[in-house]
């Protein structure tokens, strides 16, 4: 499952968002800020694997450990 880092032109605000798997990108993204549908993900930041499929903290969680 991968993570992208979208960032909207509109208001600034920069978010995660992840596409689970077996299924496709969104086309549009809307911004949870200013509802905006122009997020685009930011090209500079390679999606990252979602922290349950990450082996380097042992698959948990990164916020509470488990």
């Given at each position: 499952?991968?993570?992208?880092?979208?960032?909207?032109?509109?208001?600034?605000?920069?978010?995660?968002?992840?596409?689970?798997?077996?299924?496709?990108?969104?086309?549009?993204w809307?911004?949870?800020?200013?509802?905006s549908?122009?997020?685009?993900?930011?090209?500079?930041?390679?999606?990252e694997?979602?922290?349950?499929?990450c082996?380097?903290?042992?698959?948990?969680?990164?916020?509470?450990?488990?």
């Amino acid at each position: 499952m991968p993570v992208y880092t979208i960032k909207c032109p509109d208001c600034g605000h920069v978010f995660r968002g992840m596409v689970m798997e077996g299924t496709r990108k969104p086309r549009v993204w809307v911004c949870s800020q200013c509802k905006s549908e122009r997020p685009q993900i930011m090209a500079d930041r390679p999606a990252e694997p979602h922290p349950f499929e990450c082996t380097e903290n042992g698959g948990g969680c990164l916020c509470c450990g488990r």
